[in-house]
């Protein structure tokens, strides 16, 4: 069986740290690891996904609709573009924090009321205000490692495993930052 | 050793275990950490080079004397080089010399989805197709090898999932190599006499390398017993893994030019279907149909966009890959890329489209001008071009026109190829208005240094291309150099070049907010003074927001470069702290 995370925000907000930390982590396990990042023109604010798969044997780099185990969202309007691949059985994790694209921003659309309710009618949602959990931590930037730790709760590998693939990812300057915003994530309970 | 790397960085690492000497590249998605990752390895000579014809020059030049050679590019970056690549493929020098070229399907960063496969035929090039970063290291010290055994230049072909997908990678040793010394080989000069005989050659090679084909290690076939085959390459044969599996038979082309037609014809005998699937033309499907092969392939498969595995499974199993999924939420405002907050390009276009111009456009981050609420750019088409269109449309229109028009184009982009449209304009007496936004870097392809930034790929300091001078150089005399963020000042001066009936050049300058070392102080807020005028959401700042008429400025996501507060005609817009 392949495991697949699928990590989603918005271009700036750190997906890729997160998948390479993932990566170290999965790799440290013994398990076959493939993850597909974003490069170029979406860094630039747009919508940013990156995938990571594992297990004994991957193929494809790419998570599809239906595939995902989790969905780790920086962002609420893009946690909702991703519901859709997550498995019947799957679980969203969800930084509360709004960013308003272009389009709301410019007035021709509005962002969306009651993501949230929707998406926690759809499938098992956990949400989490990561912002403040990361400006408690020093830093707005370290969202996604907060998400992290959110994820960490809900999956078996020991923290041990976690820390060491942030220490071994994680450029040394920011490395106490990243894991008292991991430590916070971890702590985090949301149900 | 096993170690996780992104595809390009594998595509590096194949290139420094196979003992590459010179790597030459320009910069360009999906391609770009190719090149940025040589940097690792001390030995290697690695540069960016203009454009991709000098850097594929260089590489050539390179291979000329002796030395195993590389240049980088993404697929577009190939039409930029063709002109030396398809005689290069008739001297064959003798280095090992190796073209990669990163294919875009889906478009993801790229303003067209061309399949380089046909530069591989067109130009008699063998070219190698890798599936996964593992491949990507293999089969790039591969290529070197093959260059030398066939006396060809050889492609490497990757598109946007190998690329930027990592996967684990098992490392060895480099290869220790010297260049032998070099000696003169006149029958290299390219002349008909000479060129007659080495196109022989380059038809001889291509008889060699089809028989290779048929029985190298780099093409595969994997039985599964089978009555359904499918016939594919690159990451489509990862998507056909992940959504066959064992329940089809498999021959995946590592080698992708030239084609083996016996191993084709072998594979297909006695199964009752052949699929083909590949991104994105029917590259391989026609060359099994000139095999008299009856293969499935565009009738099932699209010519557009990317593949993945549902798509697959639904056309050769006719049913999906995930059996439930979690209903998806519809009707979603979609995020597109924007200018990042500060970004110095913000300023021009918000003068550019108060001022309702013409904008001829270019490639790079202000690309993201053309969107809503700056809407101002008309259109554009491939790297340099902002400047010869221009130019063409005051032909067309008349010359009044050319005061209604103007071309924008980045700083790497102008030295890359903007600079020739320029010396048309100024030799053929036109009178058009070019706007240079220099921001001190290669933004858009993620901060490549270029030859007006001072610094070497290494970041060692060195001559800096001077805009102001190099433009007088070649006959510009209205030359004019203006802060993005003092709009009015922006704004004159454009209505003064504008108006002037001979070439000017204005350079907007001001360095890209995410470079390192531009810092802005405080961040900016929306006082009480605030008429609601709406003045400041014209400028598309991600960081500013309006809720029921009342305007503000998110604290997280401003940066303080403060173009706001200078276009507030109320003065409503204040730094944090001021009053
Ligand atoms: C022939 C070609 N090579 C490379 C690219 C990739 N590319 C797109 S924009 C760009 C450079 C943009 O730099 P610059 O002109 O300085 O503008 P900036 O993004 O910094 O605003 C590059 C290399 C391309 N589109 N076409």
């Given at each position: 069986m392949t495991g697949n995370i699928m990590i989603v925000g918005v271009g700036g907000q750190g997906t890729l740290l997160t998948s390479r930390i993932l990566g170290t982590l999965l790799l440290s396990q013994g398990l076959d690891v493939k993850l597909s990042e974003v490069h170029g023109m979406s860094q630039r604010g747009g919508s940013v996904i990156t995938y990571v798969r594992y297990g004994e044997k991957v193929y494809s780099p790419i998570i599809e609709a239906g595939q995902a185990d989790y969905v780790l969202a920086f962002e609420q309007l893009e946690a909702a573009r991703a519901v859709g691949y997550l498995r019947k059985?799957?679980?969203?994790?969800?930084?509360?924090?709004?960013?308003?694209?272009?389009?709301?921003?410019?007035?021709?659309?509005?962002?969306?009321e009651g993501l949230l309710a929707s998406m926690q009618k759809r499938c098992r949602t956990l949400c989490v205000d990561a912002l403040s959990l990361a400006e408690q931590a020093g830093s707005a930037k370290?969202?996604?490692?907060?998400?992290?730790?959110?994820?960490?709760?809900?999956?078996?590998?020991?923290?041990?495993?976690?820390?060491?693939?942030?220490?071994?990812?994680?450029?040394?300057?920011?490395?106490?930052?990243?894991?008292?915003?991991?430590?916070?994530?971890?702590?985090?309970?949301a149900e | 050793m096993k170690e996780l790397l992104l595809g390009n960085a594998a595509v590096a690492r194949g290139a420094y275990e196979a003992g590459v000497r010179v790597v030459s590249s320009y910069p360009?998605?999906?391609?770009?950490?190719?090149?940025?990752?040589?940097?690792?390895?001390?030995?290697?000579?690695?540069?960016?080079?203009?454009?991709?014809?000098?850097?594929?020059?260089?590489?050539i030049g390179a291979s000329l004397a002796n030395a195993r050679a590389m240049s980088c590019m993404k697929h577009v970056g190939l039409n930029v080089m063709a002109d030396p690549v398809f005689t290069a493929s008739y001297l064959a020098p003798p280095g090992g010399l190796v073209f990669c070229v990163a294919d875009d399907p889906?478009?993801?960063?790229?303003?067209?989805?061309?399949?380089?496969?046909?530069?591989?035929?067109?130009?008699?090039?063998?070219?190698?197709?890798?599936?996964?970063?593992?491949?990507?290291?293999?089969?790039?010290?591969?290529?070197?090898?093959?260059s030398e055994t066939f006396h060809t230049p050889v492609f490497v072909r990757l598109s946007t999932r190998v690329s930027h997908s990592q996967a684990l990678v098992s490392l060895e040793e480099p290869e220790v190599r010297q260049p032998a010394p070099y000696v003169k080989d006149a029958t290299r000069v390219a002349v008909p006499v000479n060129s007659r005989k080495m196109h022989i050659a380059v038809e001889k090679r291509l008889e060699d390398l089809r028989a290779f084909a048929e029985d190298c290690a780099l093409n595969r076939?994997?039985?599964?017993?089978?009555?359904?085959?499918?016939?594919?390459?690159?990451?489509?044969?990862?998507?056909?893994?992940?959504?066959?599996?064992?329940?089809?038979?498999?021959?995946?082309?590592?080698?992708?030019?030239?084609?083996?037609?016996?191993?084709?014809?072998?594979f297909a005998k006695g199964l009752d279907k052949v699929y083909v699937i590949e991104e994105l033309d029917p590259y391989l499907e026609e060359h099994c149909r000139t095999l008299g092969i009856p293969v499935i392939g565009k009738e099932a498969f699209s010519l557009i966009g990317e593949y993945n595995a549902d798509m697959i499974a639904q056309a050769v199993l006719g049913k999906p890959l995930a059996k439930e999924k979690t209903e998806p939420m519809e009707a979603?405002?979609?995020?597109?890329?924007?200018?990042?907050?500060?970004?110095?390009?913000?300023?021009?276009?918000?003068?550019?489209?108060?001022?309702?111009?013409?904008?001829?456009?270019?490639?790079?981050?202000?690309?993201?001008?053309?969107?809503?609420?700056?809407?101002?750019?008309?259109?554009?088409?491939?790297?340099?071009?902002?400047?010869?269109?221009?130019?063409?449309?005051?032909?067309?229109?008349?010359?009044?026109?050319?005061?209604?028009?103007?071309?924008?184009?980045?700083?790497?982009?102008?030295?890359?190829?903007?600079?020739?449209?320029?010396?048309?304009?100024v030799y053929n007496r036109g009178n058009n208005t070019v706007l240079i936004l220099d921001n001190s870097t290669t933004g858009m392809t993620g901060h490549q240094d270029n030859p007006t930034t001072g610094k070497t790929i290494r970041g060692v300091p060195t001559k800096q291309v001077d805009l102001e001078l190099l433009c007088r150089a070649i006959g510009v005399d209205r030359i004019s150099i203006v802060d993005p963020f003092q709009v009015k000042e922006l704004e004159k001066t454009l209505r003064e070049e504008l108006q002037a009936d001979e070439p000017s050049v204005i350079i907007v300058q001001r360095p890209c907010a995410l470079l390192k070392g531009v810092r802005y102080e405080g961040r900016y807020q929306v006082t009480d003074d605030c008429r609601r005028c709406g003045q400041c959401m014209k400028l598309g700042c991600p960081a500013i927001t309006r809720k029921d008429g009342i305007v503000s400025i998110s604290p997280i996501q401003c940066i303080g470069c403060g173009l706001c507060a200078n276009v507030c005609p109320f003065g409503a817009i204040v730094k944090e702290g001021s009053r």
């Open positions: 059985d799957g679980c969203l994790l969800v930084n509360t924090q709004k960013l308003e694209p272009m389009p709301v921003i410019t007035g021709a659309m509005a962002y969306p370290c969202v996604n490692v907060v998400m992290l730790g959110v994820l960490a709760r809900q999956m078996k590998f020991s923290v041990d495993a976690w820390t060491q693939a942030i220490r071994t990812t994680v450029p040394e300057k920011f490395l106490a930052m990243n894991e008292k915003a991991f430590a916070l994530g971890l702590q985090y309970s | 360009g998605t999906p391609s770009t950490e190719i090149t940025e990752n040589m940097v690792r390895y001390a030995d290697v000579d690695v540069e960016w080079a203009p454009n991709e014809k000098v850097a594929a020059e260089v590489a889906g478009m993801h960063s790229s303003q067209n989805e061309q399949d380089s496969r046909h530069y591989a035929r067109a130009s008699k090039i063998l070219m190698l197709e890798p599936s996964d970063a593992a491949e990507c290291k293999a089969f790039t010290k591969e290529a070197f090898s093959l076939v994997e039985r599964h017993g089978s009555r359904i085959g499918v016939i594919t390459s690159g990451i489509s044969y990862m998507y056909a893994r992940e959504a066959l599996g064992d329940a089809v038979d498999y021959l995946k082309l590592g080698m992708v030019y030239p084609l083996p037609s016996r191993l084709i014809q072998d979603l405002p979609v995020r597109p890329p924007v200018m990042c907050a500060g970004c110095p390009h913000r300023g021009v276009f918000y003068v550019l489209h108060k001022m309702g111009l013409h904008v001829a456009g270019d490639i790079g981050c202000y690309t993201l001008g053309a969107n809503a609420p700056l809407n101002s750019m008309d259109f554009n088409v491939c790297m340099g071009a902002s400047i010869g269109t221009a130019f063409g449309m005051v032909k067309a229109q008349g010359r009044a026109f050319g005061q209604k028009v103007v071309s924008v184009i980045g700083d790497s982009t102008f030295i890359h190829s903007g600079i020739t449209g320029l010396i048309d304009i």
